[in-house]
């Protein structure tokens, strides 16, 4: 059972990159599902939450409007624009138990799966 990341990889700042995660072994078709990063040093923090329908989006203020989050029945994806240097992180998808309406999508213990993680480099 797990979830995999990728599409990370190095890009200039104001560039852009399109993450994936993919399942295996479980299924998230019926799940909200999320994207969080995490820098060294610091707490990992919610980026972006889509619910089942796919109709329904989170996003954090640090990245609305130049992140959008979109799912079909076997993916989860991250497109990023306009990155910046503060998006370097490494960047996991995860499952949660159930859904969420704003803020409440925020809160990690609610995610059941979590993906590896894919490393996200902005170059200045």
């Known amino acids: 059972v797990q979830l995999q990341a990728s599409g990370g990889g190095l890009v200039q700042a104001g560039g852009s990159l399109r993450l994936s995660c993919a399942a295996s072994?479980?299924?998230?078709?019926?799940?909200?599902m999320g994207w969080f990063r995490q820098t060294p040093g610091k707490e990992r923090e919610f980026v972006a939450a889509?619910?089942?329908?796919?109709?329904t989006t989170v996003y954090s203020d640090s990245v609305k409007g130049r992140f959008t989050i979109s799912r079909d029945n076997a993916m989860v994806y991250l497109q990023m624009n306009s990155l910046k240097s503060e998006d370097a992180a490494v960047y996991y998808c995860?499952?949660?138990?159930?859904?969420?309406?704003?803020?409440?999508?925020?809160?990690?213990?609610?995610?059941?799966?979590w993906g590896q993680g894919t490393q996200v480099t902005v170059s200045s």
């Open positions: 995860a499952r949660r138990r159930f859904g969420c309406v704003g803020y409440a999508c925020y809160r990690q213990n609610d995610y059941d799966y």
């Open positions: 889509i619910r089942a329908s796919g109709g």
């Open positions: 072994g479980l299924t998230f078709s019926r799940f909200t």
